[in-house]
């Protein structure tokens, strides 16, 4: 097997150094300089390339739709001119009053957090200046093929307690063609953007009463949820986990004893007084797993023990980075901590991350990237622990063949971890599955085993999650299957159609029979035409119509339509049943069901 591709140390003000990423950040002073000559009086802030573009953050006045054409041609402009990108590294007291002068706010505040001893170094292409480490293009005429996309407000830094910017969406590409694609992809991705497709199905709602950040589950999306969450369940079960509860407060003393109230101080959401103790909202469930494991002495025998919640959790997450329910403040997560020897680590750890690819197999999850995040500088711990810990976990990566990425110093305080990453229908990457090594809570809050020579030992602990939070895979599972979730996982699974009123009562028996074989099935006896319930349970994608009039009564048979639009031949009513219920199963681990919808 190859060797693993190391990324490289992690530092925020890094551009990544590729010739797409190069171009979308070169792209992006472009933009700048266009909307300063459109907007004389605009503060520049940041503008990063992203994995889909790039971005600039201006202090103006809101942009409106016609501003698009008019920044595409000033852009145009810039780029026929062909100047160079220059790069100039100057003393950072030199920088500061460059930018001064020319009434950049923003950039002499990021400057002013440079350290003094550091020089500062800025890139120029014409009489436009921007702070930046580059890299770049050579010249702005290499900068082929190119789209402004959206506007959107953004806070400075991302504190809403700062001045609110405007933000400008781009996107470039080698070429036009490619370009293209990616404009046809963004216009699939906005028919599915699970926002959209959760009103429209009626999925999942918020409420500016509950609060930003709390989504609601309607009927139908509680039903998704349940089923997934009855998926895992049945298989954590085959795997020797065991069920646990736990309760959604507890005692600050509890995240202050597991360093959580250190390290995630500003995410913790809530808190009271009662009788004379601080009381917090729980922002992870593993602090309550390890209250079970100490609540009794452990042998070398027990171990490992597997503990499994689909636990709700809550954290404070500014409102400006909300975002359906890719980023809520209350979610589930399907939690797993896992308490091992130092011996089992390998075989715990191999067993989580199959489980993971088996279950993302079963949505059709292919595109799969394996990452393993090693020691930060801010360790604690053993270094020779960490050693052997991320030799293990080498391993097990290197035994599912698969290729995988090392992100050097990218671990947690207290461990090393694997991390996976998925690509949807649409190309998108989505981080997905999580497992942690911990080294450092099972010895914060003393917890121990008896070894084979009657010694007490500290277990190690692994947390794992498969989905991360049932609300992001939610999210990711709607866009992914366009709101066409494959039958086995649709709320409703089909929907019994009257031709005319004359059928209603055979509609009945029939909604019944199904019922009768465990299928979600509903029925519509509205006066509307046959025509008008096909395209309405089409649009709420139920995967089959089952049209029954007066011809299907009187032969005790129905007429299936898919939600594709096919016509299936008209079948007795106990032979649909039972073949509609065996198509529903549960999926089974290793036999992969029919994949997303493909693009149009």
Same mark, same amino acid.
């Given at each position: 097997?190859?060797?693993?591709?190391?990324?490289?140390?992690?530092?925020?003000?890094?551009?990544?150094?590729?010739?797409?990423?190069?171009?979308?950040?070169?792209? +992006?002073?472009?933009?700048?300089?266009?909307?300063?000559?459109?907007?004389?009086?605009?503060?520049?802030?940041?503008?990063?390339?992203?994995?889909?573009?790039?971005?600039?953050?201006?202090?103006?006045?809101?942009?409106?739709?016609?501003?698009?054409?008019?920044?595409?041609?000033?852009?145009?402009?810039?780029?026929?001119?062909?100047?160079?990108?220059?790069?100039?590294?100057?003393?950072?007291?030199?920088?500061?009053?460059?930018?001064?002068?020319?009434?950049?706010?923003?950039?002499?505040?990021?400057?002013?957090?440079?350290?003094?001893?550091?020089?500062?170094?800025?890139?120029?292409?014409?009489?436009?200046?921007?702070?930046?480490?580059?890299?770049?293009?050579?010249?702005?005429?290499?900068?082929?093929?190119?789209?402004?996309?959206?506007?959107?407000?953004?806070?400075?830094?991302?504190?809403?307690?700062?001045?609110?910017?405007?933000?400008?969406?781009?996107?470039?590409?080698?070429?036009?063609?490619?370009?293209?694609?990616?404009?046809?992809? @963004?216009?699939?991705?906005? /028919?599915?953007?699970?926002?959209?497709?959760?009103?429209?199905?009626?999925?999942? +709602?918020?409420?500016?009463? $509950?609060?930003?950040?709390?989504?609601?589950?309607?009927?139908?999306?509680?039903?998704?949820?349940?089923? @997934?969450?009855?998926?895992?369940?049945?298989?954590?079960?085959?795997?020797?986990?065991?069920?646990?509860?736990?309760?959604?407060?507890?005692?600050?003393?509890?995240?202050?004893?597991?360093?959580?109230?250190?390290?995630?101080?500003?995410?913790?959401?809530?808190?009271?007084?009662?009788?004379?103790?601080?009381?917090?909202?729980?922002?992870?469930?593993?602090?309550?797993?390890?209250?079970?494991?100490? +609540?009794?002495?452990?042998?070398?025998?027990?171990?490992?023990?597997?503990?499994?919640?689909?636990?709700?959790?809550?954290?404070?997450?500014?409102?400006?980075?909300?975002?359906?329910?890719?980023? $809520?403040?209350?979610?589930?997560?399907?939690?797993?901590?896992?308490?091992?020897?130092?011996?089992?680590?390998?075989?715990?750890?191999?067993?989580?991350?199959?489980?993971?690819?088996?279950? @993302?197999?079963?949505?059709?999850?292919?595109?799969?990237?394996?990452?393993?995040?090693?020691?930060?500088?801010?360790?604690?711990?053993?270094?020779?622990?960490?050693?052997?810990?991320?030799?293990?976990?080498?391993?097990?990566?290197?035994?599912?063949?698969?290729?995988?990425?090392?992100?050097?110093?990218?671990?947690?305080?207290?461990?090393?971890?694997?991390?996976?990453?998925?690509?949807?229908?649409?190309?998108?990457?989505?981080?997905?599955?999580?497992?942690?090594?911990?080294?450092?809570?099972?010895?914060?809050?003393?917890?121990?085993?008896?070894?084979?020579?009657?010694?007490?030992?500290?277990?190690?602990?692994?947390?794992?999650? @498969?989905?991360?939070?049932?609300?992001?895979?939610?999210?990711?599972?709607?866009?992914?299957?366009?709101?066409?979730?494959?039958?086995?996982?649709?709320?409703?699974?089909?929907?019994?159609?009257?031709?005319?009123?004359?059928?209603?009562?055979?509609?009945?028996? $029939?909604?019944?029979?199904?019922?009768?074989?465990?299928?979600?099935?509903?029925?519509?006896?509205?006066?509307? /035409?046959?025509?008008?319930?096909?395209?309405?349970?089409?649009?709420?994608?139920?995967?089959?119509?089952?049209?029954?009039?007066?011809?299907?009564?009187?032969?005790?048979? $129905? +007429?299936?339509?898919?939600?594709?639009?096919?016509?299936?031949?008209?079948?007795?009513?106990?032979?649909?049943?039972?073949?509609?219920?065996?198509?529903? /199963?549960?999926?089974?681990?290793?036999?992969?069901?029919?994949?997303?919808?493909?693009?149009?």
């Amino acid at each position: 097997m190859s060797e693993p591709k190391k990324i490289r140390p992690r530092d925020k003000g890094d551009v990544p150094d590729d010739p797409l990423s190069r171009m979308r950040h070169s792209a +992006s002073h472009v933009m700048a300089d266009a909307v300063k000559r459109l907007r004389p009086n605009a503060k520049v802030a940041i503008g990063p390339s992203i994995e889909t573009g790039f971005y600039y953050d201006f202090d103006t006045e809101p942009f409106s739709p016609d501003d698009v054409a008019r920044i595409e041609a000033e852009m145009q402009k810039i780029i026929d001119e062909n100047v160079p990108f220059v790069r100039h590294v100057v003393p950072r007291a030199e920088a500061i009053e460059r930018f001064r002068s020319r009434g950049e706010k923003y950039k002499v505040e990021i400057i002013e957090s440079i350290p003094e001893s550091e020089e500062v170094s800025y890139f120029q292409h014409g009489d436009f200046i921007d702070l930046c480490r580059g890299p770049h293009v050579e010249r702005t005429g290499d900068i082929k093929a190119f789209k402004v996309l959206s506007f959107a407000g953004a806070y400075w830094r991302g504190d809403e307690r700062n001045p609110q910017l405007q933000r400008v969406y781009g996107t470039a590409f080698p070429s036009k063609d490619e370009l293209n694609g990616f404009l046809h992809r @963004l216009e699939e991705a906005k /028919k599915r953007d699970h926002r959209v497709l959760g009103r429209e199905l009626d999925l999942f +709602s918020f409420d500016e009463l $509950v609060g930003p950040g709390f989504p609601l589950w309607h009927p139908k999306g509680a039903m998704v949820r349940q089923l @997934l969450e009855d998926l895992l369940r049945g298989e954590l079960l085959k795997r020797g986990y065991q069920p646990v509860n736990t309760p959604h407060v507890a005692r600050e003393q509890l995240l202050v004893t597991s360093g959580h109230m250190e390290h995630y101080k500003d995410n913790l959401f809530g808190g009271m007084e009662l009788e004379g103790q601080r009381y917090l909202v729980k922002p992870m469930n593993c602090p309550m797993h390890i209250a079970i494991y100490r +609540s009794q002495l452990r042998s070398y025998r027990d171990l490992p023990i597997r503990y499994s919640e689909f636990g709700t959790v809550y954290r404070y997450e500014r409102s400006g980075v909300l975002h359906g329910l890719l980023r $809520v403040r209350g979610f589930t997560q399907d939690d797993a901590h896992l308490f091992v020897r130092e011996d089992q680590i390998e075989a715990e750890m191999r067993g989580c991350v199959q489980f993971a690819l088996a279950i @993302l197999d079963l949505f059709g999850f292919t595109d799969i990237r394996l990452f393993m995040s090693t020691r930060p500088e801010s360790f604690m711990g053993e270094p020779a622990l960490w050693d052997r810990a991320e030799a293990g976990i080498r391993g097990v990566l290197e035994a599912t063949g698969r290729p995988f990425e090392v992100d050097e110093g990218g671990g947690a305080f207290y461990g090393p971890k694997i991390d996976l990453k998925i690509r949807d229908a649409l190309g998108r990457e989505w981080q997905c599955g999580t497992f942690q090594l911990d080294l450092q809570l099972p010895q914060r809050f003393a917890l121990e085993y008896v070894a084979p020579d009657g010694t007490r030992q500290p277990p190690v602990m692994i947390h794992r999650a @498969l989905f991360g939070s049932i609300e992001r895979f939610m999210a990711v599972l709607i866009e992914h299957f366009a709101g066409a979730f494959p039958l086995w996982l649709a709320p409703v699974q089909a929907r019994v159609l009257t031709v005319s009123e004359k059928t209603a009562a055979y509609a009945a028996e $029939v909604v019944a029979r199904l019922a009768a074989e465990g299928l979600r099935v509903e029925s519509d006896l509205s006066a509307d /035409k046959l025509g008008a319930k096909i395209r309405r349970a089409q649009l709420e994608k139920i995967p089959y119509m089952v049209v029954v009039g007066e011809k299907d009564m009187a032969a005790g048979v $129905v +007429s299936p339509r898919t939600r594709e639009g096919a016509q299936q031949p008209a079948t007795p009513v106990d032979d649909f049943a039972r073949r509609l219920a065996a198509e529903a /199963k549960f999926p089974v681990l290793g036999e992969t069901p029919a994949g997303p919808p493909a693009l149009q």
